[in-house]
């Protein structure tokens, strides 16, 4: 008895046939066309792997004997690669031994149809499979939509309390300061310090400690509005976004209620702790700064002046100079010169393959030789650059000199490295980013598939639309895209699936203590679970101790990058590493 798919089912399938004897394959095309099946075909192994490989069809069905590949080439081939491995694969032949249809079981079949064979066998055969896929890639969405809901936790909350974090503080901040209707208004941060909340911490030891900061988590969510976000930052930093109010006297009353709330000792294991010294400072959004780090960080400076005051325990943040230092100023001066004064230089740090130990890329790491001062960190006058549009001629002198740097190491003999170049938001959103890469790729005759851009959760969010339409541009021209830093920036995992890149940099704050730090553990598990569900390529950085490179091993991970193997060297010393053939000593476990 032939088990039948409903009609409509059946015509959403594709299937591939690759058979070489013409009349079967047309009796073959013919029969699965009349069953409302979609059909494709080739004559032989080679030109069947092509197709399978570019059109993902649903099942294949695959003759053995045949000329320039036969179908356990063919099978072995498509096993390789995870996308092509998990398609439903039939074997169709008048081969019937017992060894043949073992050998085809080793391999990975599916099935084994030997000729003749009717129609009916047939159709069994291609229905019992597609159920199967069917109900395996349900699984897999639910495992991947279970995934995501996890890590999406984990990114987002802190796991001893569940007050937001950092990363969800910056999402509803950005919601606030952009509302769908009308203007944004003046919106209150608030900055809660307290001074002993460390030190008894520490007194109580773990346990203790830990239920007392979920006290404080807990009363604090109580005296706010449920529109308000309360968040933590760290284990004894608190800010606290208030969405309804901003009248100066109201927000005072909220402090005033918080403060109160701790007048009140918590109870934990059965001991009375007060928590006495709670201060507040207070900074207003569109007066004191526009971005959340200023913001946060001019709360907190209230917040340290109602400390010293000692009579007002919460205060408003005063800005005492309202322009910019000097001291800025001057350096945004000279950062305009350092170009022409030739003080820049490109350092390498490599990428390692796991499962080989080879250098199999570079990231270029921009440095500022300063005249006067030790070098400038590229975390101190990037954001500058970005600030001022000093950040384009900077980029493109940076993206110029890795091109040409890769392709001098190649002609020199070395084995061809993919090198990185970090695209800031201001550049990758520049008109016409793809044509100067392009332009930049033709005078320096790198293959294209040698350059990697590394770019940011945040710099694709900044206008979504338009990223898409660039990044397929980019890939157009056969450049690898990475994410950069993933998991920091604020942005929705199921958004980033539309996102064409092939890597995703897991960012180093997850990959700290690996071994020690359960969350972090957890969430860099998360990540390489759903990157590699979504075909993605996992490297790591950051990576400084043999116990977070054991870790990354045994979860799959493809690539590290960090100190444990060697920090961003100068060219020159990049090629004795090439040189020396230096490879990691490759594993503890
Ligand atoms: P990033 O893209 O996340 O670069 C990695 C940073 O981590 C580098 O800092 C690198 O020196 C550092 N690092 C590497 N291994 C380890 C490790 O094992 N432990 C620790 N703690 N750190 C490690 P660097 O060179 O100071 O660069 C900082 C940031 O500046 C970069 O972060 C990137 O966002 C930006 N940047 C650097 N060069 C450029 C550039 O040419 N263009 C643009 N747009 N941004 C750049
Ligand atoms: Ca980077
Ligand atoms: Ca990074």
Redesign the pocket.
């Known amino acids: 008895m032939s088990i039948s798919l409903p009609q409509k089912e059946k015509r959403m399938h594709k299937i591939l046939v690759i058979e070489d004897e013409r009349v079967i394959k047309m009796n073959l095309l013919k029969l699965l066309s009349a069953e409302g099946f979609q059909t494709i075909s080739a004559d032989d192994g080679i030109s069947g792997l092509k197709l399978a490989q570019a059109e993902l069809p649903d099942l294949i069905i695959c003759d053995i004997l045949m000329p320039n590949l036969d179908g356990y080439g063919v099978l072995k081939a498509l096993q390789q690669n995870p996308v092509t491995a998990t398609i439903p694969f039939i074997f169709l032949t008048a081969k019937a031994e017992r060894s043949d249809w073992r050998q085809a079981m080793t391999l990975g079949a599916d099935d084994y149809l030997t000729k003749p064979f009717t129609r009916a066998e047939l159709l069994d055969a291609i229905a019992s499979r597609l159920h199967k896929q069917e109900f395996l890639s349900q699984r897999h969405s639910i495992e991947l939509q279970q995934v995501e809901a996890q890590l999406n936790y984990l990114l987002h909350y802190d796991r001893l309390t569940n007050l937001p974090n950092r990363l969800l503080l910056q999402e509803r901040f950005t919601q606030l300061v952009n509302p769908k209707e009308g203007q944004p208004r003046q919106i209150p941060i608030l900055s809660l310090g307290l001074e002993q909340l460390k030190r008894i911490n520490n007194a109580l030891g773990p346990t203790s400690g830990d239920l007392l900061v979920q006290a404080v988590a807990d009363r604090l969510q109580r005296t706010v509005r449920q529109q308000d976000t309360v968040a933590q930052l760290s284990g004894d930093q608190f800010v606290i976004l208030l969405a309804r109010t901003n009248q100066r006297l109201e927000v005072a009353q909220v402090a005033k209620t918080i403060l109160d709330a701790f007048s009140n000792p918590f109870l934990v294991n059965d001991h009375e702790i007060f928590l006495s010294g709670a201060r507040i400072g207070i900074a207003f959004f569109g007066r004191d700064g526009c971005d959340l780090d200023t913001l946060i960080k001019h709360a907190s400076a209230a917040m340290e002046d109602a400390k010293k005051s000692g009579t007002n325990p919460y205060q408003f943040y005063i800005a005492s100079i309202g322009a910019k230092s000097q001291e800025a100023l001057l350096l945004e001066l000279e950062l305009r010169q350092a170009l022409e004064r030739e003080e820049f230089q ?2 390498y ?1 490599p990428k390692v393959n796991l499962r080989t130990g080879e250098i199999k890329g570079a ?5 500022w030789h300063h005249p006067h001062r030790d070098s400038v ?3 101190e006058f ?1 954001p500058l ?2 600030k001022t549009g000093f ?1 384009v001629p ?2 493109e002198w ?1 993206l110029r000199t ?1 091109c040409i740097q890769a392709k001098v190491w190649q002609m020199a003999g070395f084995c061809p490295l993919r090198i990185a ?4 938001g201001h ?1 990758f959103n520049q008109p016409h980013l793809s044509r100067l890469i392009f332009e930049v790729l033709q005078e320096t005759g790198l293959d294209p598939r040698y350059l990697e851009l ?1 770019i ?1 959760e945040s710099a694709l969010m900044q206008n979504p639309e338009s990223a898409i339409a660039t990044l397929h541009e980019l890939k157009q021209l056969g450049i690898v895209i990475s994410i ?2 993933f998991g920091t920036g604020y942005s929705s995992l199921s958004y980033l699936k539309q996102f064409p890149f092939d890597i995703l ?1 897991i ?2 704050s997850f ?2 203590q690996l071994a020690q730090d359960t969350k972090n553990a957890a969430i860099t598990t998360a990540i390489l679970q759903l990157a590699h569900t979504l075909n993605l390529k996992v490297v790591a ?4 101790t043999q116990e977070e490179l054991d870790f990354l091993y045994g979860h799959q991970c493809d690539e590290v ?4 193997f060697s ?2 060297l100068s060219a020159q010393d990049f090629e004795e590493l090439l040189k020396g053939g230096k490879r990691p000593p490759l594993f503890s476990s």
Do not use: F, H, M
Not at 363 to 367: G, H, N, P, T, Y
Not at 421 to 424: E, F, I, M, P
């Open positions: 490109l350092y740090q990231e270029a790491l921009v440095r960190s590229p975390t990037i650059a970005e950040i900077l980029g940076v890795a170049v970090n695209l800031s550049q590394e940011t950069d830093d940099k960012d180093r990959v700290c950085e950051g990576v400084e990058q960090g100190y444990w920090p961003p």
